[in-house]
C-alpha cells in the first residue's frame, strides 16, 4: 500500500514539472569503452540491436565511442551537463564473478547504478556453441545489462530480456526477436529516465538564477 502511494506521489510531481512535459523523447547517453577492440562493424551491429530493443520499449540511445587512446573519443566523452550518461565497459572476461558468463552492471543499494560490464570471452563461447551470430548476442547481453542499471534492484524477470538464464530456448528467442523489456519494466525505465531528466533540469535551472 505505501509502495502504492510512494508511486502515485512521484507520478504527480513528475507530471506538475515543465520540464517532465517537455521530455517528448526520453533518451540516454551510453558510452562504450571497447577495451577488447572488438571490430567496429562489430560493436556498431551490436549497439543497433540493443538500440532497437530499446527502441521497441519507447527510449532512443546515444552511442559514443570512449575507448581509451582515442582522442576524439575523449573529448566527446565528457558529455553535457544535462545529459543522462551510461557506461558499457568490453572486457575480455569478469575479473571477480565465476557464475556471470555474459556481464555484470554495478547497482547500489539504493538501486542506481551507471556501469556495466560485458564479457567477450562469454560472448564468444556461446557463438561457438550455437548459431547465433556474435552482434546478437553482444546486443542483447548489452540491452539486459542496461535494463539491470535503470531498473535497479531485483530486476530479473521470467521472460523477455531481463531473464537471468540464458540457455537454447532463450537464444530461440533471441533470433525470433522476441526478447524485449515487458509493458511494466518499460514503463519503470520511463519512469527512472524522467526522474533524472527533472532533476538535472531543475539543477540548470537553479544554476541560471
Ligand atoms: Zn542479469
Redesign the pocket.
Same mark, same amino acid.
Given at each position: 500500500m505505501f509502495r502504492k502511494i510512494a508511486i502515485f506521489i512521484v507520478g504527480i510531481v513528475l507530471w506538475g514539472s515543465s520540464s517532465a512535459r517537455a521530455w517528448s523523447n526520453p533518451m540516454f547517453t551510453v558510452n562504450v569503452y571497447n577495451d577488447v577492440r572488438v571490430s567496429p562493424a562489430l560493436l556498431q551491429h551490436s549497439e543497433s540491436i540493443a538500440g532497437k530493443i530499446f527502441q521497441q520499449a519507447g527510449f532512443a540511445i546515444l552511442w559514443r565511442d570512449c575507448t581509451p587512446n582515442r582522442v576524439e573519443g575523449r573529448q566527446m566523452c565528457l558529455g553535457s551537463r544535462d545529459e543522462i550518461a551510461l557506461a558499457v565497459r568490453i572486457i575480455p572476461h569478469s575479473l571477480s564473478l565465476s557464475g556471470?558468463a555474459? +556481464?555484470?552492471?554495478f547497482v547500489g543499494s539504493d538501486g542506481q547504478g551507471a556501469q556495466a560490464d560485458v564479457f567477450y570471452s562469454g560472448i564468444e563461447q556461446l557463438t561457438n556453441d550455437s548459431s547465433a551470430n556474435p552482434a546478437d548476442i553482444m546486443g542483447h547481453v548489452m540491452a539486459?545489462?542496461l +535494463?539491470?542499471l535503470l531498473l535497479g534492484l531485483n530486476?530479473?524477470s521470467s521472460l523477455g530480456i531481463?531473464?537471468?538464464h540464458w540457455n537454447d530456448r532463450q537464444l530461440r528467442q533471441m533470433s525470433m526477436g522476441f526478447l524485449k523489456f515487458d509493458k511494466r519494466q518499460s514503463e519503470a525505465i520511463g519512469t527512472r529516465l524522467l526522474s533524472v531528466h527533472v532533476m538535472r533540469q531543475d539543477e540548470l535551472e537553479r544554476r541560471e538564477y
Open positions: 556471470e555474459f +556481464g555484470v552492471a539486459h545489462e +535494463g539491470h530486476s530479473h531481463m531473464q537471468a
